[in-house]
């Protein structure tokens, strides 16, 4: 599978792992996400205010998905992508729950590698994956990809025709950091759209949310050694 996984990824961007955990490992992880969500504030597609509930940085607020983000499956495709330099390595750069309720407005097309404007194009310095913990599809807002784009130089397009991911519960997408995406908005009356997302980048880059950053000495020491080597 994962070879199959990185193909893809080379050749369009992205790439979709089927079955990354099985449908008891998601509805744990569902119910550690409805544990540590916390309220934020958005504007709906309408322009309206909503409520919506979220979690940031969660490989540094919480121990509970520490598994996850420390995956040797997920790392090892992490470092076929980024490819890092071996005195630098690679870091966990930022960690979240992403929760896309109905009436949330789009977001536009980006790249992830933006975040280092400066860099050269010709390989990524940040890789993302999100795990979906509900169906993913055009009507509940599902991420939207521009196939092919990774491998552009040129500005981003809003115009650029893209498609609409398609997952059940327990895939993993997984995004090249060039590679250029949004997400659509939710028209469902009824259904939410949640996913844990999950950013590496390379060693010498600044993370965009380091877990490390501000997290005490007692609780750096219960984080798995597994984890410890990327933060």
């Not at 995406?181 to 028209?187: D, E």
């Not at 490390?212 to 050694?225: F, H, L, T, W």
Request: hydrophobic content about 35%; aromatic content about 10%.
């Amino acid at each position: 599978m994962t070879a199959s996984v990185l193909n893809k990824i080379r050749k369009d961007g992205y790439g979709i792992y089927k079955d990354f955990y099985d449908a008891s490992t998601i509805e744990k992880l569902s119910e550690l996400c409805d544990k540590h969500m916390r309220s934020v504030e958005f504007t709906n597609a309408d322009g309206e205010k909503i409520t919506v509930k979220s979690g940031k940085n969660l490989a540094k607020t919480t121990r509970d998905f520490d598994e996850f983000f420390a995956d040797p499956r997920l790392v090892s495709i992490y470092e076929r992508i980024l490819q890092p330099v071996r005195l630098w390595g690679m870091k966990l750069s930022d960690t979240s729950f992403k929760n896309v309720v109905p009436g949330m407005r789009a977001r536009a097309l980006h790249r992830d590698d933006d975040v280092y404007p400066h860099l050269a194009v010709g390989r990524p310095f940040t890789a993302n994956a999100l795990l979906a913990l509900d169906p993913f599809s055009e009507a509940v807002g599902s991420t939207n990809i521009v196939p092919g784009s990774h491998l552009w130089e040129h500005e981003i397009d809003q115009d650029q025709e893209a498609i609409s991911i398609e997952m059940e519960p327990g895939d993993l997408l997984i995004l090249d950091g060039r590679t250029w995406h949004g997400h659509g908005v939710n028209t469902t009356e009824d259904q939410r759209r949640r996913a844990i997302n999950v950013y590496y980048c390379d060693g010498w880059c600044q993370p965009g949310h380091g877990p490390r950053c501000g997290m005490s000495n007692d609780e750096y020491a219960k984080v798995p050694e597994a984890l410890k080597r990327f933060m």
